[in-house]
T-cell receptor
Framework: GAVVSQHPSRVICKSGTSVKIECRSL??????MFWYRQFPKQSLMLMAT?????????EQGVEKDKFLINHASLTLSTLTVTSAHPEDSSFYIC????????????FGSGTRLTVV | AQKITQTQPGMFVQEKEAVTLDCTYD???????LFWYKQPSSGEMIFLIY??????QNATEGRYSLNFQKARKSANLVISASQLGDSAMYFC??????????????FGKGTLLTVNP
């Protein structure tokens, strides 16, 4: 079946530094990538949607300059948290879609970011 | 208004018994899809079952079935013969728009299911 590899699974960084999270679709072409954020014991909140080769569409309230999303190829999308602060600590998870099929959403395994 | 409502923050069930997790949704789009995902403590999202708005029959996948009541806008998940490994967070989600998975999913707040031995 479809697989999305998300790295790193855990990262600890110092306040003020930037962190890059990668999602790779291993056996299909991800025309659309969704990036979610999840706080402990809460739901998944969509941050942005990106289509390959286009600028990401951010949800209301999400700072596009802080959360940089790149979807330069059909198999790779990255989320960069710039100038991270402790309040950015969260679980980030991507979901890739090939655009076909009614339920073709494949999730990565998530990244737990801790900013100290 | 919330698009997906899960009113049960937590549920307990005895091993081998059946359990129903509630989900109601709100949309004016005639084309939509409803999903259930399982999220164990490891964080991965595991797809369980899908129901399209035009599907005439309730979806089933092994021990999982979806009780789809379109007029009531509900899409409850039924897990039969619960197992200890079913203990996890369960999310109901909706895609608004015609088929094709390049539409975003909206998630409910989730239900934490605990299966007791």
């Amino acid at each position: 079946g479809a697989v999305v590899s998300q790295h790193p699974s855990r990262v600890i960084c110092k306040s003020g530094t930037s962190v890059k999270i990668e999602c790779r679709s291993l056996d299909f072409q991800a025309t659309t990538m969704f990036w979610y954020r999840q706080f402990p014991k809460q739901s998944l909140m969509l941050m942005a949607t990106s289509n390959e080769g286009s600028k990401a569409t951010y949800e209301q309230g999400v700072e596009k300059d802080k959360f940089l999303i790149n979807h330069a190829s059909l198999t790779l999308s990255t989320l960069t948290v710039t100038s991270a602060h402790p309040e950015d600590s969260s679980f980030y998870i991507c979901s890739a879609s090939s655009g076909t099929g009614y339920y073709g959403y494949t999730f990565g395994s998530g990244t737990r970011l801790t900013v100290v | 208004a919330q698009k997906i409502t899960q009113t049960q923050p937590g549920m307990f069930v005895q091993e081998k018994e059946a359990v129903t997790l509630d989900c109601t949704y709100d949309t004016s789009d005639p084309s939509y899809g409803l999903f259930w995902y399982k999220q164990p403590s490891s964080g991965e999202m595991i797809f369980l079952i899908y129901q399209g708005s035009y599907d005439q029959q309730n979806a089933t996948e092994g021990r999982y079935s979806l009780n789809f009541q379109k007029a009531r806008k509900s899409a409850n998940l039924v897990i039969s013969a619960s197992q200890l490994g079913d203990s996890a967070m369960y999310f109901c989600a909706m895609r608004e728009g015609p088929g094709g998975s390049n539409y975003k999913l909206t998630f409910g707040k989730g239900t934490l299911l605990t299966v007791n031995p």
